[in-house]
């Protein structure tokens, strides 16, 4: 049996469409792995979102080959879809394709597998080159039937207790600092029925709704409201992945929670809690919008977790606008903030813009980074002594390991069954999470 390597790098999204290129290679009689060993065949599935992504991307090669000297690389995501060239000179590399249309990919393998060779195809075409112009513009994208339609792929290889369900792909919003609008198409989405029978058919302990942008999933007039009624009786507890502002109305809420098993945790995106760095970036709220719609999910979920991600050092961010943000930030009383230095992406409009020093946005990642620490353990501390529901993913140093309703993670002394559901009561602050017994 001939043995193939799917690695991944960067977001949820491509670690899905990796696990949907595994099941496909899987029932194609391949013995599939995750991880860098030795095979006949490796898929890279790179990430554009930073500057350092794209690194690791390319270094990646240089590790393939050490592992397999002789063995064909496809490559694909969003790096190569962004910088083609920079791939196709590397060794082993047989193809280069993109972010889009990931599925095509078992197509030529099927050729490979009958001794027909793996041709080079450069990226699809952006605009009117093969290669990433100066700036963009919204207009100046190309849309054709590629970018309109859902790229069905087949139900992803579930390799965790976790399972990600992509429910949608591109993006419409053009932040200014993004560049991945650019590399994933315009927004398109799965029907109501397809992605619903998928969440419902997982056997995994929980399902988390994933998408490059899952606020704007639209099925016709149906959106997420619609979708979550459709599987209130899941199974798996239902997580939903990274929402934008405008998502959070009452529709979405009464929805939530009419499902049976609903993690109340929220990840919200909010990058600057500054109004003015907010309008540079494109992003279409206001601080006091965002704050109300954390409140408007608390009447809800009073217990939520609210999540989010903030870009430390945007070039217009001044000392006084970081201010607003970490004051935000406390308002929103956030259980985790994802946090990362600004990252040029040539071609995106903030790339126009001087950038601040590297030592500036060093400093404010660790003040953010520490506000972090301080507001999760503020959140960690109010639920020691309440009862949470923990699915257990892992061993580590004599304690099993998983994560609860609201995304603490929790340390349970001993063993415990993975990807069953265990009672738990919070006791003390631990580790990075919450020290928790079991509840009998």
Known sequence: MKKAVVFTLGCKVNGCESGSLARGLSERGW?????????????????????????????????????????????????????????????????VTGARQKGKILELIDGFARGEGLPFAEAPELCESQTIPVSYSAEKVRIDEADREYDELPAPVQLKTR??????????NFC????????????????????????????????????IDISSYRDGERG????????????????LGSLEVGVVTEKLLRAAKQVRDFAPQFHLSLQSGSDAV?????????GEEYLARVALIREYFPDAAITTDIIAGFPTETEENFEETLSLARRAAFSQIHCFA???????????????PAAVKKERLHRLLALGRELREQYERAHIGKTLEMIPEEEKNGYTVGYSENYIRLYLAGGAPAGQKVRVRAVALFEDGLLA???E
């Not at 065949?41 to 090669?61: H, P």
């Not at 997420?224 to 997580?239: Q, T, W």
């Not at 907010?278 to 206001?286: A, E, F, I, S």
């Open 224 to 239: 997420l409201p619609e979708l979550l009624l459709a599987v209130k009786d899941a199974k798996s507890r239902i997580r």
């Open 342 to 356: 600004y990252s040029r992406r040539t071609g995106t409009n903030a790339a126009k813009l001087k950038e601040l």
């Open 176 to 211: 200014s600092y993004c560049i991945i609008p650019y590399l994933r198409g315009r927004s398109r989405s799965r029907t109501v029925e397809s992605a619903a029978a998928e969440i419902l058919q997982c056997n995994a302990a929980e399902c988390v709704v994933t998408g």
């Open 437 to 439: 017994e079991r509840v």
């Open 278 to 286: 907010l309008r540079k970036m494109n992003r279409h709220y206001t």
């Open 31 to 95: 013995e599939v792995s995750d991880e860098l060993v030795p095979a006949d065949l490796y898929i890279l599935n790179t990430c554009a979102v930073t500057g350092e992504a794209e690194k690791k991307s390319r270094q990646a090669i240089a590790r393939i080959a050490a592992v397999s000297p002789d063995a064909p690389v496809i490559v694909c995501g969003c790096a190569a879809e962004k910088a083609p060239a920079a791939f196709a000179d590397k060794r082993n590399v047989t193809l």
């Open 163 to 172: 399972a990600f369900i992509k429910i949608q792909d591109g993006c419409n």
